[in-house]
Structure formats: structure tokens, C-alpha cells
């Protein structure tokens, strides 16, 4: 196939969650004899804050500073594609979704890797910029990050024809098992750019036993979190880490814990890309609940699952044979159920489902 993509980012990991996963994605998409272009607004904080990642051969990246100065050279593209995308933050959202449904794109696709924050902005009454006013009912196929009650009202709300899950997952040779470094050594890790929304269970399954385990260090890495954050002498700070740095990060703590956005939570179903890439790093993890999550981790067998402080310093207390266990299962299912390339192969196995309706449709014509 080849596929064309308008989405957030891929060159820089900086304060968002989306170039990572795109990352694994498209080198799969290489792997496996796809090729893809992908369309990205060169703006000024991603510019500022690039990683030192070159797309794989097959993969383009296209910066560009408006969308009407490269639309002749985007709808050649899609008029070739098999499949035209565009994709939740994108902030050309609506104009790129308007050119996707001009173009001879054979599947016509919507990939919302924020449903939940989609579908709670539309039942408060706010505009969705990224979604083309008139919904998404003329789209052949939306892929959705997240599954359960989410995909039904993706429907109802937004009139979706053909929904379907495609879920995070992980790059495999970017995250593996390393040597710990003395600067992030610690009990507990926690990696995640700050979200106001995550704000409490943080405070409640991080800073909390931070407090309580005053001799021990805590180790929290992301962006945008407010200079006031936390000024607890045990709490180390890392303002961005580089992915290159995320398996060392996460291999040099006992644990590492995994936060749910609260509206992802109440969904359910929405496992974190973070979740997935600390499994493959070998790491244990101890991780607020939600429903669906023994889909993709069995609580008490290949992840921890805590509801308050106390849960989290007694998980921190297991022994560390029993810790190791819990971590080498849940890297056993993350490789076999959860890589970037098994979610290709489930693509690729949407993507022929819709391209057969689409065909059929057409001949009914």
C-alpha cells in the first residue's frame, strides 16, 4: 500500500504522544513493503525541539508552512494513494480532510488517537478543530485508539460508517532491555508530558509515596510541567527526555507507573503507547485501572494495577524475584500481541476488508 498521512507530528517527541507511536508505525509500514508519506505543519515548538530521526527507506516526511502552497503536490499524492488519512491534533485537520474527500484516495480515513478527548469536547458542546464540520460519514474507514463504548459513539455522534480499533503498540528494537544510569536510578519512574487531567492520580500514586519513602529517589521526566511543580528533594526531574534515553530511563528504576488522562480512563480501553514501551523494556509496572485493561495486561500476573499510595508502596515492597516475574511476563505478551508491526498486520487486514466494500459499492454504481 501506500499511504498518505497528514497528522501532528513525527519529528519531535516534545510534549506530545503521537510522534513516537507514528515512529514504529511507519518504520513497520517499511518493513513490511508499504510506503507512506507524511504530512507535517512545520511549526515553531516541534522545529525548536527535533530528535535525531530520519525516516525509514519507503517513508517521507514532508514539512510544509501552509497547506495551500503544497495542495497541488498532497492531492498527486492521494490521487495515488490506497490509503488518504488524516489524524486527530492535526492542525490542518478540516482543510486536510476536505482534500482527502477531493482526491481518487481508494480509502478515504479518519485515525483519532485522542477519541475520548474527541468525544467529551463534542458532548460539552465545543468545536473539534481537527474534524471536518460535517462529521465523518463520508469517510470510508475511522481507526480509533481506543476501543470499547468509544467506537459505537463514534458512530452515533460523528456518523462513522466503518470503525475500528488500532491501538497503540511498540517498536521493539527502540525499546528493549538496557544498563541502568546512575543519573535516573531510583524506586519509581514516571514518564509522561503533564496533563492537568492526570494532575490528581499523580499526586496520589507518585508524589505521595514520594513523601512517605523519603529515603528513597523518584525519578519524573516529561514537558510542560510548571517550574512550582514539586519541590521534593526526592524527586528528580528530567524537563524532556530524548527517546533514545526512554529504555534507560525506564531499566534504571524498580518500577515504573503508568497514568490514564481521567478521560481516558472513564472510557476505557486506551492503553498509553508509554505502556507498552516499558513492558518491551522489561520493566514492572504499576498502573492505575481501567476497564479493559486485562485486554492487553493481566493485572497481578503481568502488571500491577493500584487505586491509592498505600497500593503503590506495597507493590514497591514485593520482592524482587516476584517483580521480575510480572515484568518478563508482560514482555512476553507486549512482543507477541502488542508490536508496532502486529498493528500494521491488523491494518493491513482492515484496509482489505474496506477496499472490498469500496470496490463493491462502486460497481453497484
Request: proline share 5%; glycine share 8%.
Amino acid at each position: 500500500m501506500h499511504i498518505v498521512i497528514f497528522g501532528l507530528t513525527v519529528s519531535s517527541s516534545w510534549g506530545n504522544g503521537h510522534a513516537t507511536l507514528w515512529r514504529a508505525l511507519l518504520k513497520a509500514l517499511a518493513k513490511r513493503g508499504h510506503t507512506a508519506s507524511f504530512y507535517e505543519h512545520d511549526v515553531s515548538y516541534y522545529a525548536d525541539n527535533r530528535d535525531d530521526w530520519a525516516p525509514p527507506r519507503g517513508i517521507d516526511l514532508k514539512l510544509y508552512n501552509s497547506l495551500e502552497e503544497i495542495r497541488g503536490r498532497a492531492l498527486r499524492d492521494l490521487n495515488s494513494a490506497d490509503v488518504g488519512m488524516f489524524t486527530s491534533y492535526c492542525p490542518d485537520g478540516a482543510a486536510a480532510a476536505e482534500l482527502i474527500l477531493s482526491s481518487r484516495a481508494e480509502i478515504k480515513c479518519f485515525y483519532d488517537l485522542d477519541t475520548p478527548v474527541t468525544l467529551t469536547a463534542l458532548a460539552n458542546g465545543e468545536t473539534v478543530a481537527y474534524l471536518p464540520p460535517d462529521g465523518l460519514g463520508d469517510f470510508d474507514l475511522v481507526l480509533s485508539y481506543t476501543g470499547g463504548r468509544a467506537l459505537s459513539e463514534l458512530q452515533s455522534r460523528l456518523g462513522a460508517r466503518t470503525v475500528a480499533p488500532l491501538y497503540g503498540s511498540v517498536d521493539p528494537e527502540a525499546h528493549f532491555p538496557v544498563p541502568s544510569l546512575d543519573q535516573y536510578r531510583g524506586i519509581l519512574s514516571y514518564l509522561g508530558t503533564f496533563a492537568s487531567d492526570r494532575q490528581q492520580a499523580l499526586e496520589m500514586l507518585f508524589l505521595d509515596p514520594a513523601r512517605r519513602l523519603r529515603n528513597e529517589t523518584f525519578q519524573l521526566a516529561g514537558a510542560q510541567y510548571p517550574e512550582s511543580f514539586s519541590s521534593l528533594p526526592n524527586v528528580a526531574f528530567v524537563p524532556h527526555l530524548a527517546p533514545q534515553l526512554h529504555p534507560a530511563f525506564f531499566c534504571s528504576s524498580r518500577a515504573t507507573l503508568n497514568i490514564t488522562r481521567r478521560v481516558m480512563a472513564e472510557y476505557g480501553y486506551c492503553p498509553s503507547g508509554r505502556l507498552f514501551e516499558a513492558a518491551a523494556c522489561g520493566v514492572p509496572i504499576v498502573s492505575d485501572g481501567w476497564d479493559g485493561l486485562e485486554m492487553f495486561l493481566t493485572p497481578g500476573q503481568e502488571i500491577l494495577r493500584v487505586d491509592t499510595s498505600e497500593d503503590v508502596i506495597e507493590a514497591l515492597s514485593l520482592p524482587e524475584a516476584e517483580l521480575r516475574r510480572i515484568a518478563e511476563a508482560a514482555r512476553e505478551r507486549v512482543l507477541a500481541n502488542h508490536t508496532a508491526e502486529r498493528r500494521v498486520m491488523e491494518l493491513e487486514g482492515i484496509c482489505e476488508g474496506v477496499s472490498d466494500r469500496v470496490q463493491a459499492a462502486t460497481e453497484l454504481q
